[in-house]
Nanobody
Framework: QAQLVESGGGLVQAGGSLRISCAAS????????MGWFRQAPGPEREFVAA????????YYADSVKGRFTISRDNTKNTVALQMNSLKPEDTAVYYC???????????????????WGQGTQVTVSS
């Protein structure tokens, strides 16, 4: 059974950095776009970043552009999110997701993703 497991969350001070990772298992995700979403207390799950199945295209939410970097390693079935210059408003549960998509397409909407991890908490203190 396909599974995504996030790791690396924690508590960091504002201005600091954190790297969260997602390990995929149960199937190969090389043909899937991978994305990160986050959810602060409330109903909305917010798009953060995504990378195409080819690994050559990325897309970021305006709120994290220039601070976050998404990457993937198809040989290891992993995707990572490097977060720099963190702000208190980045505090949320971060979810990894995988969605079947065209080679160069970068999906940004939750319904475009087929598999989801359980989430990892990121807390940024002021």
């Amino acid at each position: 059974q396909a599974q995504l497991v996030e790791s690396g969350g924690g508590l960091v001070q504002a201005g600091g950095s954190l790297r969260i990772s997602c390990a995929a298992s149960g199937r190969t995700f090389s043909g899937y776009a991978m994305g990160w979403f986050r959810q602060a207390p409330g109903p909305e799950r917010e798009f953060v970043a995504a990378i195409s199945s080819s690994g050559t295209r990325t897309y970021y939410a305006d709120s994290v552009k220039g601070r976050f970097t998404i990457s993937r390693d198809n040989t290891k079935n992993t995707v990572a999110l490097q977060m720099n210059s963190l702000k208190p408003e980045d505090t949320a549960v971060y979810y990894c997701a995988a969605g079947s998509s065209a080679w160069l397409y970068v999906p940004s909407r939750p319904y475009e993703y087929d598999y989801w991890g359980q989430g990892t908490q990121v807390t940024v203190s002021s």
